[in-house]
């Protein structure tokens, strides 16, 4: 019994290298795992509607179209003059030009203490789709515009409103 152990442990330990008393392992390296390109977050276009140019009441142009995600910056040529979500007489508090740091309200919009002159901006992200009236509080009926907030789905679509109306803006 003795003899048999002994004759295999002698194979055992002649089974690994093949001779010549050295090993060689040939390995093959791991492929590595590719990194996750992020994928850029689109960013909107932003449209200029210029207040009060060439000393006309007026916003220009008057109405805009754009997608979901664009910005509307409007620049003061003249003034004073505000910009307010709503109609004449009833601003809705959706968005209006306020100074930075003051949360738009119905109450807060509807006043003229807040007119800018030239040199003046505002601007305005539209997430939804929609149709947002605004006017300015000095002169009301006579000078109003539309932000047009259409659908960036690109379904096509004959000419129509395109979109649901509402969200917050």
Known sequence: ??????????????????????????????????????????????????VGAGAANAFSPQTVNINPGDTVMWVWDGGPHTVTSGTPGAADGQFCSLPAGTAPS?????????AQGPGAS???????????????????????????????????????GGGSGGGPY
Not at 106 to 114: D, E, G, K, L, V
Not at 127 to 152: I, L, R
């Open 1 to 50: 019994m003795r003899l048999i152990r002994l004759l295999a442990l002698v194979a055992v330990a002649g089974c690994g290298g093949g001779g010549g008393g050295s090993s060689t392992t040939t390995s093959v390296p791991p492929t590595p795992t590719p990194t996750p390109t992020p994928t850029p977050t689109p960013t909107g276009a932003t449209v200029t509607v210029h």
């Open 106 to 114: 119905p109450s807060a919009c509807n006043s003229t203490s807040y």
């Open 122 to 160: 505002f601007s305005q992200t539209f997430a939804s789709a929609g149709t947002f009236p605004y006017f300015c509080t000095v002169h009301g009926a006579m000078m109003t515009g539309t932000v047009v907030v259409g659908s960036s789905s690109g379904s096509g679509g004959g000419g129509g």
